[in-house]
């Protein structure tokens, strides 16, 4: 644990919560997308069938081909609408009609369009309901991060009490929800057991809200949902060492041969008018939309035998919508 950190005078410790790569509940595992080869004539055609609400980024490779010519060169890389139906991805027939010809298809794919290019002058309010204040525990720059995955390099982690409501960043389309996931703790068999919303933004990113607590899910795909609209309770499902919020902005994104999933940095905002923040590890930040706003201050951690001394705080600037 860090050493102690003062705000208006008080002590507080700031637990660094874990949270290991891997941990979310597998955003596959209910979501209605699949990949299908379909007979036609003599040859096949490669089909993506999209029925969520959204767009899905998708590789497609062949392996062990025999006599076989495409209309296009594999690996084929493509985003499928939402809600598109069927979805051609490619076509594959005899190199040599009247020759017997055989492959494989092998397919990855993940919520998001590989093609997406984020707002940098977009903000985020806190993942918390107005008047509530917590802690900012694991965040870019903290001294120990289990944040080590591309996924989710730049998330933050908010210690919060269990059901403590957690409400939209941003506006945007919820197209993932999971709420079935019970337990949390250390064991290796909770990863990919958290409980968690994704909403899609404008702009093709999307956030991530992890470990909410059982059941604890208040909407469902589809839904629209505005900045500050409850959307869950907090929890510490899956592989987690206490109660916290994951929260993460993210998008798919191209390497090697496949896709991978990164978070981006990004900004909350407080205050109307708004301070514009970047969140830092030992940020105590207060949920407040109708005054001035002011950033959160960053405690830098005490030296033994000297005061907890505050660091400097995130610039302030202008919301974007």
Known sequence: MPGDFVFKHAFIAVAILLCSPGVFADQRQNYPFSVETVREGSGHRIVARNGGPAAVSVAVSIADSR?????????????????????????????????????????TWLLGDFNARPNPDASYRLPYRDGLAFHIGQAPGSRATTHTEPES??????????????????????????????????????????NAVRIRHADGTVALYAHLAHDGVQVYPGQ?????????????????????????VQTVARRGDGLTTVSLPFQFYVGNPPAVFSPRFGMYAAAQYSSPGRAPVVFAPARPGQPPAAGRSGAGGSKSP
């Open 67 to 107: 006599n076989v010519s495409a209309n296009r060169p594999f690996p084929v890389y493509a985003v499928v609408p939402a809600g598109s139906g069927t979805f051609e991805l490619a076509r594959i027939r005899p190199a040599v009609p009247g020759v017997g010809h055989g492959f494989r298809v092998r397919s």
């Open 153 to 194: 390099r730049y998330a933050v982690d908010i210690a919060m009490p269990e059901g403590t409501p957690v409400v939209a960043a941003r506006d945007g389309v919820v197209i993932y929800t999971e709420a079935r996931q019970v337990y949390g703790g250390q064991s290796p068999d909770l990863r990919n057991r958290a």
């Open 224 to 248: 629209l949902v505005t900045a500050g609209r409850q959307i869950g309770l907090s929890g510490s499902t899956g592989y987690s060492s206490g109660p916290h919020l994951h929260f993460a």
